[in-house]
Antibody
Framework: QVQLQQWGAGLLKPSETLSLTCTVY????????WSWIRQPPGQGLEWIGE???????NYNPSLMSRVTISLDTSKNRISLKLSSLTAADTAVYYC???????????WGQGTLVTVSS | HSVLTQPPSASGTPGGRVTISCSGS????????ENWYQQLPGTAPKLLIY???QRPSGVPDRFSGSKSGTSASLAISGLQSEDEADYYC???????????FGGGTKLTVL
């Protein structure tokens, strides 16, 4: 049974950089893609980007200039960095295991990130 | 503004049936498998339907999915109070080379 556990700073100021980490417990790390998805308060889901075990990434064009997704295969960890934050980046951020192009079958617990001065 | 279009709300009575629609385009639902997620308040989304009409272990067969062209639907029969949740459709989009989601539908069981 795979579990995704995520953590990171929850309160940031405008212009700062968000940094979140997601550790994968159980299951195969290399057979899947790993995505980050966010959800602003009271709103829907937005895909941020994905990475595979080789480090190949793919980002949402609307966020591409500010996003970096990386991984540490030795620790089964995926990381997200989002720079130049504004209040519009306030959201719950989720990591998720992706059967590439087909579905997300496991999700982290979510991390609320608030951007406020 | 979401790429996939869902009604913002839906409702039904206990024991009844409700259908939630998801409208897309040729580059997403028209070309790829859509999937559905259930999100209970304060929790992460949970995979409900994948590969058009497959259910993960533990999801009751009261939930079913279908697709026609560039639109998909989620049907829930035998409605129960615990089905009250937000439901999202999603699909890979070949034009964007990424995932797109619907705006979500809030289901109320009256």
């Amino acid at each position: 049974q795979v579990q995704l556990q995520q953590w990171g700073a929850g309160l940031l100021k405008p212009s700062e950089t968000l940094s979140l980490t997601c550790t994968v417990y159980g299951g195969s790390f290399s057979d899947y893609y790993w995505s980050w998805i966010r959800q602003p308060p009271g709103q829907g889901l937005e895909w941020i980007g994905e990475i595979n075990h080789s480090g190949s990434t793919n980002y949402n064009p609307s966020l591409m200039s500010r996003v970096t997704i990386s991984l540490d295969t030795s620790k089964n960890r995926i990381s997200l960095k989002l720079s130049s934050l504004t209040a519009a980046d306030t959201a719950v951020y989720y990591c998720a295991r992706e059967n590439r192009g087909f579905f997300f079958d496991s999700w982290g617990q979510g991390t609320l990130v608030t951007v406020s001065s | 503004h979401s790429v996939l279009t869902q009604p913002p709300s839906a409702s039904g009575t206990p024991g009844g049936r409700v259908t939630i629609s998801c409208s897309g385009s040729r580059s997403n639902i028209g070309s790829n498998k859509e999937n559905w997620y259930q999100q209970l308040p304060g929790t992460a989304p949970k995979l409900l339907i994948y590969l058009n009409n497959q259910r993960p272990s533990g999801v009751p067969d009261r939930f079913s999915g279908s697709k026609s062209g560039t639109s998909a639907s989620l049907a829930i029969s035998g409605l129960q109070s615990e089905d009250e949740a937000d439901y999202y459709c999603a699909a890979w989009d070949d034009s964007l080379n990424g995932w797109v989601f619907g705006g979500g539908t809030k289901l109320t069981v009256l």
